[in-house]
Nanobody, 127 residues
Framework: QVQLGESGGGLVQAGGSLRLSCAAS????????MGWFRQAPGKEREFVAVITWRSGITYYSDSVKGRFTVSRDNAKNTVYLQMNSLKPEDTAVYYC????????????????????WGQGTQVTVSS
């Protein structure tokens, strides 16, 4: 298994930026893909972005494309989510997730494809 811990959340004004970090430990050598999801109050957890661990290929949801950037530092076993031009509708708890083993087509990945999850970090964007 892989253990994940997010950090970097907080309160920011609309138009501002935040960078989330997710540190992985445990079976990091088996990580195939790392993803970011978010869950707003009263809503289901939704996909935000994903990155393949070895090659760094990325894929984004339409709602964040062009504003958010996912990256990874393999030496530090850490994945990042740089969030720019934040909007109030970006307010949510953000979770990172890891998929071990094989890489699946990024555009088809869903919550069930990730076996390890962090505890989440709150992002609040004020208008």
């Amino acid at each position: 298994q892989v253990q994940l811990g997010e950090s970097g959340g907080g309160l920011v004004q609309a138009g501002g930026s935040l960078r989330l970090s997710c540190a992985a430990s445990g079976r990091t050598m088996d990580i195939a893909t790392m993803g970011w999801f978010r869950q707003a109050p009263g809503k289901e957890r939704e996909f935000v972005a994903v990155i393949t661990w070895r090659s760094g290929i990325t894929y984004y949801s339409d709602s964040v494309k062009g504003r958010f950037t996912v990256s990874r530092d393999n030496a530090k076993n850490t994945v990042y989510l740089q969030m720019n031009s934040l909007k109030p509708e970006d307010t949510a708890v953000y979770y990172c997730a890891a998929r071990l083993g094989t890489v699946k087509a990024l555009s088809q990945m869903q919550r069930a494809d990730f076996g390890s999850w962090g505890q989440g970090t709150q992002v609040t964007v004020s208008s």
